[in-house]
């Protein structure tokens, strides 16, 4: 089999919301991301089931989007209900910890619960929910190259060692 296609980016990473007008008041007033297009449909153009919606994206500095749809029937996604509320979640850069400062008493001020900032060691980050219940993180990274090479360098055979314990503690071990 031939090697897959070069994946450049993201382009979009799109939830469900429960109100265009709410999302796009966080992500553009207080999060400073431009709405920057609009699909409304009432049908969906990769399976043609009718389904009126409204389909937003915002835009950030690397041209990448959050993207967001609107049903029309002012309901948010559901939490996975066999996964803690703090694994899911979309971590966005910002270019410095006193930008992360700013923009943590920014959403501070706009009223918006903070948990952090938190020291990752090659990152800090500050976590917070959007309107939807979608766990945010702003990020910035810390440099520490030569940690961040070290954890290049060990990464696969750290994941094989977190299998093989995995497979041990079930019971799945052969």
Not at 28 to 44: A, F, Q, R, T, W
Not at 100 to 107: D, F, I
Not at 111 to 127: A, E, Q, V, W
Request: net charge negative.
């Amino acid at each position: 089999m031939s090697a897959m296609v070069p994946i450049n980016g993201l382009h979009h990473f799109a939830y469900r919301c429960r109100d265009a007008e709410e999302t796009r008041h966080f992500y553009e007033d207080i999060l400073g991301l431009p709405l920057v297009h609009i699909v409304k449909s009432d049908h969906v153009p990769s399976t043609g089931e009718y389904c009126p919606f409204v389909h937003l994206f915002f835009q950030m500095k690397d041209g990448s989007h959050i993207a967001f749809f609107d049903l029309g029937d002012n309901v948010k996604a559901e939490p996975s209900p066999n996964t803690p509320n703090w694994v899911n979640h979309l971590a966005l850069a910002v270019s410095s910890t006193e930008e992360l400062k700013e923009a943590k008493v920014r959403l501070e001020q706009a009223g918006i619960p903070i948990l952090g900032i938190t020291d990752h060691t090659f990152i800090h980050s500050i976590y917070f929910f959007d309107p939807n219940g979608i766990r945010l993180e702003l990020t910035t990274d810390v440099g520490l190259a030569d940690y961040k090479e070290a954890k290049r360098r060990s990464a696969r055979s750290d994941l094989d060692s977190w299998t093989k314990e995995k497979s041990e503690r079930l019971g799945l071990a052969s």
